[in-house]
Nanobody, 114 residues
Framework: QVQLVESGGGWVQPGGSLRLSCSASGTDDDINIMGWFRQAPGKEREMVAIVSNLDSTTYGNSARGRFTISRVAKNTVNLQMNSLKPEDTAVYYC?????????WGQGTQVSVSS
């Protein structure tokens, strides 16, 4: 059973930066895909960025040009978020896809306000 541990959320002023990190345990596999989704109050969960075990990346429209996802170690991914906006405020969830199963972290709050 894959378990995901997230870190790095918090509060930041508009224009600031945060880095989220997610580490997976419970498997010796090189997990196929890991990434981040987010959900703001009253909105559906949306994809922020994902990265494959071959380092292929895909970004959601809201993240493109401001956020960067990277695999920093086996089954560990970082999401560097720059130029943050109030509309980036949401709970950010780490996600992993491996052997046909999706796994989710518990979520970390990101708040952007002045």
């Amino acid at each position: 059973q894959v378990q995901l541990v997230e870190s790095g959320g918090g509060w930041v002023q508009p224009g600031g930066s945060l880095r989220l990190s997610c580490s997976a345990s419970g498997t010796d596999d090189d997990i196929n895909i890991m990434g981040w989704f987010r959900q703001a109050p009253g909105k559906e969960r949306e994809m922020v960025a994902i990265v494959s075990n071959l380092d292929s990346t895909t970004y959601g429209n809201s993240a493109r040009g401001r956020f960067t996802i990277s695999r920093v170690a086996k089954n560990t991914v970082n999401l560097q978020m720059n130029s943050l906006k109030p509309e980036d405020t949401a709970v950010y969830y780490c996600n992993a896809y491996n052997r046909g199963t999706y796994y989710w972290g518990q979520g970390t709050q990101v708040s952007v306000s002045s």
